[in-house]
């Protein structure tokens, strides 16, 4: 039988002489539960709203990029693209043509960066399901459409049920400039608005996506493209992705890059790593100063356990052996809080993924506040808990 435990137990469940340490004990327990259970709940909502960014961005970034490592175009040709063509993770493969142009629309204009796609990204996408006027289609017979961001259609007066035109502006790639006629140098090719979709702040700011062939004849080019584009099948785990961004890169050289979506928004992703750290952190901070009363609970026991310290002394009690039994009963107090706190925290957050309980203010992208339990943050959560209550519980113990 462990014997500081043992007895730290029976201090920890028996009735106290002193009430106020039964009643600081009790606050210090709930204590750590409600911050425990509050970064279980905070770190699970963030999580969901993490997921919600990552998928409205996989509706414009694809899992897998490959682009040229120098200069801005190439020929989509050779055994590296036929390969990553017959594996089955792969559902697409689309052409891209992008560039920043000049977009003109009824009298008005500005900077907008467009992005030509081939049939196959035009029947396959799923920037189709953010539709939010008019319609997902870049040909409507022989007549080339485009489909606008809502934050560009808004500064330009874009609208899908006008008839004028949206004009694309480029410098020729064959006219020299003229000081005289800027407008001379400029090749321009008009597309109809289709509709206005909405994904987020910056890529409904500044993205049109038109024919493939449009960009083609504005640029100037024929077979080349900027990208590539691979969307993978939804159960494709990190192995495999891991297994075909290697083997492209094995085929295609230095001269191409093959980036996921972290590589391909690095700083965005960095960034929110970086805040759900700082959310950690500080809730953990506040879980410290909750577990301060554990120190101010066990130091008045241990003044009121005087008589048994000495009894257990004779007894032939070493100080180690004393000081583990105080030890011991300050951990339990911050672990029963802990434990209380991990399953109030899981099951607040699986009743508001069952019934949306919890509404969300506005209509940002749900209804509901989302919320996704990860086994790792539970891990960490319960893990960095527990190492700060045995340390706080270390301190008064020390005056034994």
């Known amino acids: ?12 469940f028996a009735r106290k002489s002193h009430n106020v340490i039964n009643i ?6 709930v204590g750590m539960a409600i911050g425990t259970a509050a970064l279980v709940i905070i770190l699970s909502v963030y999580n969901g709203f993490d997921g919600l960014v990552r998928d409205s961005l996989g509706n414009v970034e694809p899992d897998i990029l490959i682009k040229p490592a120098r200069g801005k175009t190439f020929v989509p040709e050779g055994p590296a693209f036929d390969w990553a063509y017959d594996q089955q993770s792969v559902l697409t493969m689309s052409s891209i043509l992008e560039e920043n142009v000049y977009l003109s629309y009824d009298g008005k204009g500005g900077i907008a960066r ?6 196959v990204y035009e029947e396959e996408s799923p920037l189709g399901n953010h539709i939010v006027d008019g319609k997902y289609h870049l040909h409507r017979g022989q007549v080339p459409m485009g489909v606008v961001g809502a934050g560009l259609a ?5 609208n899908p049920r006008f008839l004028a035109p949206i004009q694309l502006y480029f410098p020729s790639r064959t006219r020299p400039l003229s000081m005289s006629n800027p407008a001379a140098s400029l090749d321009m090719v008009k597309v109809f608005p289709a509709g206005i979709f909405s994904i987020n702040v910056e890529v409904d700011s500044e993205l049109i996506v038109v024919p493939i062939e449009k960009m083609r004849e504005l640029l100037g080019l024929t077979d080349e493209v900027s990208a590539v584009e691979l969307r993978l099948a939804p159960d494709t785990g990190v192995k495999e992705l891991s297994r075909l961004i290697d083997g492209l890169s094995e085929r295609l050289g230095d001269d191409y890059l093959v980036l996921d979506r972290f590589r391909q ?5 960095k960034m929110m790593r970086y805040e759900k750290a700082a959310v950690f952190l500080i809730l953990l901070f506040v879980i410290i100063v909750i577990a301060f009363n554990i120190f101010g609970s066990l ?5 009121e356990k005087e008589d048994d310290i000495r009894i257990l002394g004779s007894m032939g009690a070493d ?3 004393i000081r583990r039994i105080f030890v011991l009963e300050g951990w339990l107090i911050s672990l029963l809080g802990m434990g209380a706190g991990l ?17 969300m203010p506005g209509s940002f992208l749900g209804t509901a506040y989302p919320v996704i339990i990860q086994p790792g943050d539970i891990a960490v959560i319960a893990i960095s808990i527990a190492v700060v209550g045995y340390l706080i519980a270390l301190l008064p113990a020390r005056k034994v």
Do not use: E
């Not at 039988?1 to 029976?10: C, K, V």
């Not at 467009?114 to 049939?119: E, L, P, Q, R, Y």
């Not at 808004?154 to 874009?158: A, C, F, L, R, S």
């Open 319 to 321: 100080k180690p052996l």
């Open 114 to 119: 467009a992005k030509g796609v081939d049939s």
């Open 299 to 303: 130091s008045m026991l241990i003044i």
């Open 24 to 29: 600081i004990s009790a606050i210090s327990a």
């Open 154 to 158: 808004y500064k330009t007066g874009i």
């Open 265 to 269: 928004n690095p700083s965005l992703y």
């Open 1 to 12: 039988m462990n014997l500081p435990l043992f007895i730290a137990r029976r201090y920890l």
């Open 343 to 359: 399953l109030a925290g899981v099951g607040i957050c699986l009743l508001q993924r069952a019934t949306g309980l919890i509404k």
